[in-house]
């Protein structure tokens, strides 16, 4: 009798073999508390040799709102209305994405060693690494109402919404994340390809300035927007913050199937290569 045979008559199951989706999964939701208590940990451990500490979490997207907006301030023509609120919600809302992507996309190769030396389902590295950014989002969300006063923006019922659409936002995040974080593994090269995506996205995704100027140029793009998933977001949260602005209810349709279909195609792809993740050196 072979082993394999062997194996089989006694129910015996090969070490780091990738277990069922669904067994994966349970298994993953079992260790939720090792994913947050992760994420949290990192994300003071990330501030605590600093003076301010955890105040860094909103400073530094302020003063990145504060000089994009001073610059583009200047530099544009045409500004779109109440610009400053424009901005402060456009950069808070894409520093979510942008750090998802870059801490997701170093969640296996940056921790080789607990990968290797532990047992555990792989997944929850990058799901607690969009944890962190989510933690770190909160914050930042408060500031942000706190600024849209001082800016001129009276609050609103529907500033609510902005707080089921940051569960969807986050949904999709995690599918970025997921699937960024096995590309990452096969390619070590895409962590040096990713901020240049990143940067892309940035610009056209109407983080600074109304995305006319690229229809405008390219009106063949137009139609492309209404599909774009962080575009739509920003639409959705400066409709539901700012007088001026409006959204198509379309919208949430649009980053809800976004979300879902990431989301699900981020757990299957990275659950794909769970025998591999052990290998990583």
């Avoid at 709102?65 to 583009?72: K, L």
């Avoid at 389902?121 to 001082?150: D, K, N, Y």
């Avoid at 019922?157 to 990452?184: D, E, K, Q, V």
């Avoid at 100027?213 to 793009?221: K, L, M, S």
Wanted: proline share 5%; with cysteine; hydrophobic share 55%.
């Amino acid at each position: 009798m072979t082993a394999a045979e062997y194996a089989a008559e006694y129910n015996l199951h090969r070490v780091g073999a990738r277990p069922s989706l669904g067994s994966y999964l349970r298994q993953a939701w079992a260790r939720r508390d090792f994913a947050f208590e992760l994420a949290r940990a990192r994300l003071q451990s990330g501030n605590q040799r600093n003076r301010l500490g955890m105040l860094w979490v909103v400073i530094q997207p302020t003063m990145n709102a504060i000089m994009y907006g001073f610059i583009f301030g200047v530099l544009q023509t045409s500004k779109p209305a109440d610009f400053p609120v424009y901005v402060v919600i456009g950069v808070f809302l894409f520093e979510f994405f942008s750090g998802s992507a870059s801490q997701g996309a170093k969640a296996i190769t940056g921790n080789a060693s607990l990968v290797q030396s532990l047992a555990f389902p792989r997944i929850t590295l990058p799901f607690s690494a969009v944890l962190q950014q989510f933690l770190a989002l909160m914050p930042m969300v408060g500031v942000m109402f706190v600024f849209c006063m001082i800016l001129g923006t009276p609050p609103k019922l529907s500033w609510l919404m902005i707080f089921p659409l940051l569960a969807i936002y986050t949904l999709f995040n995690i599918g970025i994340a997921l699937i960024c974080a096995r590309l990452t593994v096969h390619v070590r090269d895409f962590t040096q390809i990713l901020p240049i995506i990143t940067r892309i996205l940035f610009f056209t995704s109407g983080v600074l300035f109304g995305t006319e100027r690229i229809t405008n140029a390219f009106p063949g793009f137009a139609p492309v927007f209404d599909f774009h998933p962080i575009y739509q977001t920003l639409q959705i949260a400066r409709g539901s913050i700012m007088q001026t602005a409006v959204y198509s209810p379309t919208a949430w349709i649009v980053i809800s199937v976004w979300a879902v279909v990431l989301f699900v195609t981020g757990v299957i792809f990275f659950w794909a290569a769970e025998e591999r993740y052990g290998r990583v050196n």
